[in-house]
């Protein structure tokens, strides 16, 4: 059972990851004031990292704060932080970039290491707008809902009241998702009421951001609360304690803070709050510290490599790298049972090397130096030339190269040439690739080819033949809504749930005025060409004024379906959507195509 998963907070130490591009990376950029106080004692060290969004794409142009320091993401998501000082027990690694969600990676940091941190950033997605009147319930597509106060509302600057429309973005993190330990917030760790710092268990996490119709930020009034409804999901509902500590990661937080509680209602948490933005459902524990250092058969360490430990109780786990000296620290919870397993590395991280138990203890746990036999890592260089539809070369565009089956890099095209490069465990890498002409919004069909590691020159592409069209467009009621990019964001990827091939489809626009903005979300299933399942769907729209609840009827036909990563899947709809600012369902009709992530 994949449950209460990443209770552990494994240090995150790591040597310099070379994906793709190594030249676009950008280093140390000063800043005059650190936006999180440092407190002592502290350590001096540095960072690499990857920034990626909810479809695992990296971000670029995202801004990363450690201490004193910041830089910005590259095309490929990646910063380099170099020698920053920052507290050594709570080293936080802050991640900012509009219309995004504040968020960041706490862990434990060592001196002259280099740490490892990878974030996967969520988008505000207007939930709906209620007036600052009348406040009002806006329920999740996951079942997670939030009920705002009839006149409740101030300016979160200067305390003023406020009185008009109120915008909700809001995000639910799914406390059994694969991708917790790298959406939440901080890491599982929290202070509670008598100021020590404890262990987390979560079981569910919710993000709330408020707006006022001129994009001022507002928050709740002071003496008023919102309700909140946590869903706990199926996995862990047997072991959901009736009721729970409500922990906070409020603007300048590093850390969680216990404020409150929240009662269990059938199978959801409710609780009461003053303020937002992030809350968290959690049950803590007496901590300790775990060590490891791990070598290779000829004594040298395994830097980077993945460590993940099992609570052999229930089931749940954790996941971290070690560091340059093949070392791994992080929290774990006293007197219990785990299995310890170590991967390769993030390169070639399905590999199990080496696999033990960890004996129950009250205290610190040193497992000494463990010595493992590994494969080496191969590095690969793929190189080429791209060239558009009148056969000259493109000028302005990209490659994508997915290898590891769901690891990827972008190439950048520069005068109808590129380089990309990246590692993995193996000398031969499986890889599939396409090429985009930015200019005339065209890209080749995608590619497969068996590379052998160093380098590559792959025959010229032609990035032509395949329209780079991508759109949602919607109809109801006699109104008509259009997504397409690059100005909307619109992504297509693949789920687990569900019965053959399960896809979400996901549009999004964040408005050009305040509070204007759209979400839209279909997730289906589909196979080929032809008729499709709805599973489910759900609209926000300021323009026109919408706000669909989440229905799974409906009906799907696919009219293109690409069956690799890079093509398109395409096709019409029509799902019945209620609007819960009239109460009226109505039918609304769609067309959609959209590369497959």
Same mark, same amino acid.
């Given at each position: 059972? &994949?449950?209460?998963?990443?209770?552990?907070?494994?240090?995150?130490?790591?040597?310099?990851?070379?994906?793709?591009?190594?030249?676009?990376?950008?280093?140390?950029?000063?800043?005059?004031?650190?936006?999180?106080?440092?407190?002592?004692?502290?350590?001096?060290?540095?960072?690499?990292?990857?920034?990626?969004?909810?479809?695992?794409?990296?971000?670029?142009?995202?801004?990363?704060?450690?201490?004193?320091?910041?830089?910005?993401?590259?095309?490929?998501?990646?910063?380099?932080?170099?020698?920053?000082?920052?507290?050594?027990?709570?080293?936080?690694? *802050?991640?900012?970039?509009?219309?995004?969600?504040?968020?960041?990676?706490?862990?434990?940091?060592?001196?002259?290491?280099?740490?490892?941190?990878?974030?996967?950033?969520?988008?505000?997605?207007?939930?709906?707008?209620?007036?600052?009147?009348?406040?009002?319930?806006?329920?999740? @597509?996951?079942?997670?809902?939030?009920?705002?106060?009839?006149?409740?509302?101030?300016?979160?600057?200067?305390?003023?009241?406020?009185?008009?429309?109120?915008?909700?973005?809001?995000?639910?993190? &799914?406390?059994?998702?694969?991708?917790?330990?790298?959406?939440?917030?901080?890491?599982?760790?929290?202070?509670?009421?008598?100021?020590?710092?404890?262990?987390?268990?979560?079981?569910?996490?919710?993000?709330?951001?408020?707006?006022?119709?001129?994009?001022?930020?507002?928050?709740?009034?002071?003496?008023?609360?919102?309700?909140?409804?946590?869903? +706990?999901?199926?996995?862990? *509902?047997?072991?959901?304690?009736?009721?729970?500590?409500?922990?906070?990661?409020?603007?300048?937080?590093?850390?969680?803070?216990?404020?409150?509680?929240?009662?269990?209602?059938?199978?959801?948490?409710?609780?009461?709050?003053?303020?937002?933005?992030?809350?968290?459902?959690?049950?803590?524990?007496?901590?300790?510290?775990?060590?490891?250092?791990?070598?290779?058969?000829?004594?040298?360490?395994?830097?980077?490599?993945?460590?993940?430990?099992?609570?052999?109780?229930?089931?749940?786990?954790?996941?971290?790298?070690?560091?340059?000296?093949?070392?791994?620290?992080?929290?774990?919870?006293?007197?219990?049972?785990?299995?310890?397993?170590?991967?390769?590395?993030?390169?070639? @991280?399905?590999?199990?090397?080496?696999?033990?138990?960890?004996?129950?203890?009250?205290? &610190?746990?040193?497992?000494?130096?463990?010595?493992?036999?590994?494969? @080496?890592?191969?590095?690969?260089?793929?190189?080429?030339?791209?060239?558009?539809?009148?056969?000259?070369?493109?000028?302005?565009?990209?490659?994508?190269?997915?290898?590891?089956?769901?690891?990827?890099?972008?190439?950048?095209?520069? &005068?109808?040439?590129?380089?990309?490069?990246?590692?993995?465990?193996?000398?031969?890498?499986?890889?599939?690739?396409?090429?985009?002409?930015?200019?005339?919004? *065209?890209? @080749?069909?995608?590619?497969?080819?068996?590379?052998?590691?160093?380098?590559?020159? $792959?025959?010229?592409?032609?990035?032509?033949?395949?329209?780079?069209?991508?759109?949602?467009?919607?109809?109801?009621?006699?109104?008509?809504?259009?997504?397409?990019?690059?100005?909307?964001? +619109?992504?297509?990827?693949?789920?687990?749930?569900?019965?053959?091939?399960?896809?979400?489809?996901?549009?999004?626009?964040?408005?050009?005025?305040?509070?204007?903005?759209?979400?839209?979300?279909?997730?289906?299933?589909?196979?080929? +060409?032809?008729?499709?399942?709805?599973?489910?769907?759900?609209?926000?729209?300021?323009?026109?004024?919408?706000?669909?609840?989440?229905?799974?009827?409906?009906?799907?036909?696919?009219?293109?379906?690409?069956? *690799?990563?890079?093509?398109?899947?395409?096709?019409?709809?029509?799902?019945? $959507?209620?609007?819960?600012?009239?109460?009226?369902?109505?039918?609304?009709?769609?067309?959609?195509?959209?590369?497959?992530?």
């Amino acid at each position: 059972m &994949n449950s209460l998963r990443h209770w552990l907070s494994l240090v995150v130490l790591l040597a310099v990851v070379a994906i793709g591009c190594q030249k676009e990376l950008i280093e140390n950029g000063t800043v005059s004031t650190p936006t999180i106080p440092i407190t002592s004692p502290t350590t001096t060290t540095s960072i690499n990292g990857r920034i990626i969004d909810e479809d695992n794409k990296p971000i670029a142009g995202a801004t990363v704060m450690a201490g004193f320091t910041a830089a910005q993401t590259n095309i490929n998501g990646e910063f380099v932080l170099n020698n920053v000082t920052v507290e050594a027990a709570r080293a936080f690694v *802050q991640v900012t970039k509009d219309g995004y969600f504040r968020t960041g990676r706490l862990f434990i940091a060592a001196e002259n290491q280099r740490h490892f941190v990878e974030v996967q950033m969520l988008k505000r997605n207007a939930l709906g707008t209620v007036s600052a009147a009348n406040g009002g319930l806006l329920t999740h @597509s996951s079942g997670a809902s939030i009920v705002l106060p009839q006149g409740g509302f101030v300016h979160a600057t200067t305390g003023a009241a406020y009185n008009g429309q109120v915008t909700v973005d809001f995000a639910w993190i &799914n406390p059994v998702g694969a991708d917790l330990h790298r959406q939440m917030p901080g890491d599982l760790r929290g202070i509670d009421s008598t100021g020590r710092e404890v262990g987390l268990t979560t079981f569910g996490m919710i993000g709330v951001e408020l707006t006022g119709s001129g994009g001022e930020k507002l928050q709740i009034a002071p003496g008023r609360t919102a309700t909140l409804t946590f869903p +706990i999901p199926p996995a862990i *509902q047997s072991v959901a304690p009736n009721a729970i500590d409500m922990w906070s990661f409020g603007d300048s937080a590093i850390i969680w803070k216990k404020e409150g509680r929240a009662n269990r209602v059938g199978n959801n948490y409710v609780a009461q709050v003053s303020h937002f933005s992030f809350w968290n459902c959690d049950a803590p524990f007496q901590q300790a510290i775990l060590k490891a250092k791990f070598v290779n058969q000829n004594g040298t360490p395994l830097r980077h490599y993945g460590v993940k430990l099992t609570r052999n109780s229930m089931g749940g786990y954790a996941y971290g790298y070690t560091d340059t000296s093949g070392v791994v620290r992080g929290i774990i919870p006293v007197n219990e049972a785990l299995t310890l397993q170590l991967f390769g590395t993030v390169y070639c @991280s399905a590999q199990v090397l080496h696999t033990q138990n960890v004996n129950p203890s009250n205290g &610190n746990i040193d497992l000494g130096t463990i010595t493992v036999n590994t494969p @080496s890592l191969s590095n690969f260089t793929v190189s080429g030339s791209v060239v558009n539809c009148s056969n000259n070369p493109v000028t302005s565009g990209y490659v994508d190269i997915r290898y590891n089956n769901f690891q990827y890099v972008r190439a950048q095209v520069t &005068n109808g040439t590129f380089t990309a490069s990246f590692s993995t465990c193996s000398n031969t890498a499986a890889v599939n690739y396409y090429a985009v002409d930015g200019s005339n919004l *065209q890209q @080749s069909n995608v590619q497969n080819a068996t590379l052998n590691a160093g380098a590559t020159t $792959l025959t010229s592409i032609s990035a032509c033949g395949v329209s780079v069209s991508q759109f949602i467009n919607l109809t109801y009621t006699g109104a008509s809504l259009g997504l397409s990019t690059p100005q909307d964001s +619109i992504a297509l990827y693949p789920l687990n749930a569900g019965q053959g091939a399960s896809f979400m489809l996901q549009g999004t626009r964040i408005g050009q005025t305040p509070n204007s903005g759209t979400n839209f979300q279909l997730s289906f299933n589909a196979t080929a +060409i032809g008729a499709g399942t709805v599973l489910s769907s759900s609209l926000f729209s300021s323009q026109p004024p919408f706000q669909g609840n989440y229905t799974s009827q409906g009906s799907i036909n696919i009219t293109e379906f690409g069956t *690799q990563p890079g093509s398109f899947i395409a096709g019409t709809f029509l799902v019945p $959507l209620r609007d819960s600012s009239s109460n009226v369902t109505v039918a609304v009709n769609g067309t959609f195509r959209a590369r497959r992530n």
